[in-house]
């Protein structure tokens, strides 16, 4: 599946470039909401993602890098996100929060950061319809690919394989064209596409791209 970040956007025109994506044959929308607390920059919340509900009906896939996100996942369902996924760094029940996740009828997901060891996860994996694997430090769009992300996606692939071979696998940050082939290979099922896309002069165009190197590399 590939899940447009619409944090690269313009989000002036952010209705037009979504319905774009969408006409390329995006799968899921990635939504990235940020506090200032827990990364180093700040993004829309729950209200704009209501807008976005009422006229696109794709998964959109909010990715929260907040503090307290317990406090806010009620909120981020109601406006109509589908899949919501939490960071471990910041939380200490994370049983406890994709119970939440789940109870309230969405998918549960669970995020971990390039630094942190992926043994920190493999519990959660049982519980998680979905595992996020950070391929760059979260808050910005546009930074560069972590290249031993593609080994951790290896390693996290027989764990998820062990452990829960129906949770998804995620990837974010830094794909592009040059790079989106390795991480289908690596064994990723969900590949998010920031600046990849709605950095393109064409998002329609460069969307269908990235998507016909995805299906290329899943055949091969
Ligand atoms: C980073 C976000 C990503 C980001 C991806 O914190 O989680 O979703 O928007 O953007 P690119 O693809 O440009 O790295
Ligand atoms: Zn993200």
Excluded at 16 to 38: C, K, N, P, R, S
Excluded at 106 to 111: E, F, L, N, R, T
Aim: with cysteine; glycine share 8%; hydrophobic share 45%.
């Amino acid at each position: 599946m590939l899940a447009p970040s619409i944090l690269a956007g313009d989000w002036w025109n952010i209705g037009q470039q979504i319905e774009a994506t969408i006409g390329g044959g995006a799968d899921i929308l990635h939504y990235d909401v940020m506090d200032g607390h827990f990364v180093p920059n700040i993004t829309a919340g729950y209200e704009l993602l209501a807008h976005i509900r009422k006229r696109v009906s794709l998964p959109i896939d909010a990715h929260l890098m907040i503090e307290n996100p317990d406090k806010y996942i009620p909120k981020f369902i109601e406006a109509g996100a589908n899949w919501i996924s939490v960071h471990i760094e910041n939380n200490y029940h994370i049983h406890r929060t994709l119970q939440l996740i789940k109870e309230l009828g969405a998918k549960a997901g669970v995020v971990i950061n390039p630094g942190t060891s992926l043994s920190a996860i493999e519990e959660a994996i049982y519980y998680a319809d979905y595992v996020l694997l950070m391929s760059v430090n979260p808050g910005f769009s546009g930074q560069k690919f972590i290249e031993r992300s593609i080994e951790r996606l290896i390693a996290l692939k027989d764990i998820r394989d062990r452990i829960n071979p129906y949770c998804l696998i995620e990837i974010d940050g830094g794909i592009k064209e040059s790079n989106i082939t390795d991480v289908v290979k690596a064994g990723a099922d969900v590949i998010v596409v920031g600046s990849g896309i709605f950095k393109a002069k064409d998002i329609e165009a460069q969307t269908r791209k990235l998507k016909s190197l995805m299906l290329q590399a899943v055949s091969i």
